[in-house]
């Protein structure tokens, strides 16, 4: 099997690091080799956050390089946006339909661009979902990162009892239902 590439970008505190653990995860208990690497364009909270999770038979290096991503999963539009460039010309873009102003955006320095996803969707292969709706209905904001990692599931070489296994492995014991129920509703959407 060819390594496989996932990126995972938002915004920090959106919970990439979990949902790159769940990938982590579910990709070692299926006997592959993993690679992850996280990188963080400002550390505090509202900062971008980009990891990466590389899986096959041996895996060398944890860098995505450019145009190479099999999967990016975007918690947030802009993110998307600005990720775009790493998908492979047959990659799949699962983003969240969500707007969190950065803050140039914020001290009016900068416009938010406008249709993202719709200008995205012209170039690559675009899954769009509200999540954090979603997990609202859920009635827990948190666990929207879970709804997307759902949706992002149906395009990865796993089956869903497998994901649903590794993610009560992971989150902490009180959250295991609500997870599991934001990850339904998002490989169900």
């Known amino acids: 099997m060819e390594t496989k ?17 769940i990938l982590g995860g579910i990709m070692l208990g299926a006997g592959y080799d993993v690679k992850m690497s996280e990188v963080h364009g400002m550390a505090q909270r509202g900062g971008s956050v980009v990891t990466f999770v590389r899986y096959g038979e041996k895996v060398y290096e944890p860098i995505v390089e450019e145009g190479t991503a099999d999967v990016l999963i975007a918690f947030e539009r802009l993110e998307a946006l600005r990720y775009a460039h790493f998908l492979k010309k047959d990659g799949v873009l699962i983003v ?8 140039p955006v914020v001290t009016g320095e900068a ?8 200008n995205l969707s012209k170039d690559v292969k675009v899954y769009s979902i509200d ?15 879970i709804v997307v990692l759902g ?9 869903k009892e497998e994901w649903l296994r590794v993610i009560e492995e992971t989150v902490p014991p009180k959250t295991i ?13």
């Open 151 to 159: 949706l992002a599931a149906k395009h990865m070489d796993f089956k």
């Open 5 to 21: 590439n996932i990126m995972i970008v938002g915004v920090g505190g959106q919970g990439t690091l979990l949902t790159s653990r």
């Open 96 to 103: 969240n339909d969500q707007r969190i102003d950065p803050m």
């Open 111 to 118: 416009k938010y661009p406008e249709n993202i996803i719709e």
């Open 177 to 189: 239902d609500i997870n599991k129920a934001a990850f339904i509703k998002g490989f169900e959407f």
């Open 131 to 145: 999540a954090m709706g979603e997990a609202m209905k859920l009635n827990n904001a948190k666990v929207f990162n």
